[in-house]
């Protein structure tokens, strides 16, 4: 008979895997995608520093632009803001004055003895109050116009000086 020869292969080592956590994520490594190295044509590289350049340009100019307009109206607004507080001043002062002269007019009605005294006091009292009305009435319209003057004119100037600049 034919004599047969076995290799005999050595027993498996029994190894035990260590005790993975059920709650343990997974560790993935992210894959790594690499820009190649591309030489950029000069013609590009001009125009896209001309680009930033310009962008740079117009940004300053339009900081600039920023600024003096926030000037402007702080001046504007503080100009507006004075004319306001004298106007309502003036208002006050005209109610002070017609307040006085209602109550003057009610101290000389209870003197009255007569009815034609009554009228004539009256009387006198409408044309007087008339013609404090239509003064007052002229003195808060020109300081009305003041106001209103004094508050455009730094946006006129502003504005003048931002097309002086473009023109």
């Not at 503080?78 to 109550?103: C, H, P, Q, V």
């Amino acid at each position: 008979m034919a004599e047969t020869t076995s290799t005999a292969t050595p027993p498996k080592a029994k190894t035990s895997k260590p005790a993975t956590n059920p709650f343990e994520m997974p560790k993935f490594e992210m894959p790594k995608f690499e820009i190649p190295n591309v030489e950029m044509p000069a013609a590009f590289r001009e125009f896209a520093e001309r680009g930033v350049a310009q962008a740079k340009d117009t940004y300053e100019k339009m900081k600039a632009a920023a600024e003096e307009a926030t000037d402007v109206l702080e001046t504007t607004y503080s100009t507006a803001t004075k004319g306001a507080s004298d106007y309502g001043l003036k208002m006050i002062e005209a109610a002070r004055i017609n307040t006085n002269a209602a109550f003057d007019f009610a101290g000389e009605l209870i003197t009255a003895k007569t009815l034609s005294e009554v009228v004539e006091l009256s009387s006198a009292h409408v044309r007087k109050q008339f013609e404090a009305l239509t003064k007052q009435s002229k003195e808060l319209n020109a300081l009305a116009q003041k106001v209103a003057t004094e508050t455009a004119e730094p946006i006129k100037n502003g504005v003048n000086k931002a097309f002086s600049k473009v023109a």
